[in-house]
């Protein structure tokens, strides 16, 4: 599954949640959607972040793994990238 697909997956299940729940409304579905998104954006960023500070600063590349410096860079780029 991409990670778009899962977002997508996820946002529906968030929505249909909602509706069991009996809050749904158009309104609330757009707004829910435009908020996910934003989450994933700055998630993204997040990740991004965290993996170029694990590969660049000396105190973290000491421990923790190039790879996983770059993961972190590669996850944070697809989420970036799905919701811009």
């Known amino acids: 599954m991409t990670g778009n697909s899962t977002m997508n ?48 600063m000396e105190p973290f590349n000491q421990v923790i793994s190039r790879s996983t410096g770059e993961r972190l860079i590669s996850i944070g780029r697809k989420l970036k990238a799905a919701h811009q």
């Open 9 to 56: 997956l996820i946002s529906k299940q968030v929505v249909y949640a909602c509706i069991d729940r009996g809050c749904a409304s158009p309104a609330t579905e757009t707004q829910m959607e435009a908020e996910l998104g934003l989450f994933a954006q700055q998630t993204g960023q997040l990740l991004f972040t965290l993996g170029s500070v694990f590969i660049g």
